[in-house]
């Protein structure tokens, strides 16, 4: 499949018996969900996406997956999808089931999950892409879609920027969990960037679509890690924003740097 393309069988049944054994109970899950959704005619489109969509998937990968609702049915079906779910097999959990919700994870008994998130059929011009199609009763992927970044892609450089900064006022106030977990705040920011900047996918998430993608993390990443100790979070911070610095060059940020460079 390529970065920008979708799959849509002609035989979705078929597609779902084929996907390797390691995965036979996602399938299975996969297969009666399908069914489901051809059942109810308000449901007029459902994907699945992630690493069984690319081939990648194993023991211990999700269903992640979404539908389009017809814009007149929408709330009465988003009610009626707990009951569906349960009708798939049984169930340990559904989180967020609240009334009207758009996403549902559901931990079934057997092991397996599930991510379903919901959508308007007037929402489609917004879909995603790198997706098998296993019902599509309007066409709507027969028509041409441009994937639009993250609403926040332009901003994670200078988040980033900010945790840094932050990280320093937290070690000058001895707050170490404050500090460590806003380190890896900025890791995640810093890895969200790197993603975008290297052309990956899905780059909010990271680290995720780095390696999914066949990307390579930042060189000297492993420098970015640190324990509950005052010293070596303002080291890893400080080659945190080394990376950064690869990205971007400001005031701020040699401003930031500085700060993390001396101690209290």
């Known amino acids: 499949m390529s970065e920008a393309s979708h799959v849509r069988p002609p035989d979705p049944r078929a597609w779902i018996n084929s996907l390797p054994r390691v995965v036979a109970a996602q399938a299975a899950v996969l297969l009666r969900l399908l069914e489901a959704t051809e059942a109810d005619p308000r449901i007029r489109a459902f994907r699945v996406r992630g690493s069984i969509a690319r081939g990648t998937a194993d023991e211990y990968s999700d269903l992640d997956t979404r539908i389009w609702v017809s814009d007149d049915q929408y709330e009465a079906a988003l009610a009626d999808l707990p009951t569906v779910i349960r009708a798939v097999g049984p169930t340990l959990d559904i989180m967020f089931e609240t009334p009207g919700s758009p996403y549902l994870f559901v931990q079934f008994a057997d092991g397996v999950q599930l991510e ?78 790197h993603a975008a900047e290297t052309g990956m996918r899905d780059p909010e998430y990271g680290v995720t679509s780095i390696l999914d993608y066949g990307g390579t993390l930042p060189e000297g990443l492993e420098s970015t890690a640190a324990g509950l100790d005052a010293a070596e979070i303002r080291r890893a911070a400080f080659a945190c924003a080394e990376l950064l610095g690869t990205y971007d060059q400001r005031p701020f940020a040699d401003f930031v740097m500085s700060r993390l460079a001396t101690r209290n």
Do not use: M
Request: glycine fraction near 6%; charge should be negative; aromatic fraction near 8%.
């Open 116 to 193: 379903l998130s919901s959508g308007r059929v007037s929402e489609a011009s917004g879909r995603d892409h790198g997706v098998v199609v296993l019902l599509d009763r309007d066409g709507l992927w027969d028509q041409p879609n441009q994937p639009t970044p993250a609403w926040d892609q332009s901003l994670w450089l200078g988040w980033a920027w900010i945790a840094l900064f932050n990280i320093d006022k937290h070690l000058r106030r001895d707050s170490l969990w404050e500090a460590l977990t806003t380190l890896e705040k900025a890791r995640s920011l810093l890895l969200r960037h």
